[in-house]
């Protein structure tokens, strides 16, 4: 659901939906481990690469990701400061 893949601009009035529900070809035992990864706290699902075969089918290769913890956002955070000043400094 909710991705969008642009209307051919050459189509006719037979074009497709572009935020129509698309199928997930994937086994019954990828897509239970998938879910039961979703249901715990903080993973989410990425696109990582998206590519056309042959057919001229869409394929998307989908990764699990996980958020930051806290003391990770406040290094990054933290770092982005002292950048921000550096360059304020070398101005």
Known sequence: K?????MYSHGTAHNHDPLRD?????EKREIKKITAKLKEKGFTIIPLRIFFSDKNLAKI????????????????IKKRME?????RYLK
């Open 2 to 6: 909710s991705l969008h893949i642009a």
């Open 22 to 26: 698309r199928k997930l070809l994937l």
């Open 83 to 87: 950048e921000r000043d550096m360059k």
């Open 61 to 76: 290769e989908i990764g699990l990701a996980k958020g930051k913890k806290l003391h990770d956002k406040r290094e990054t």
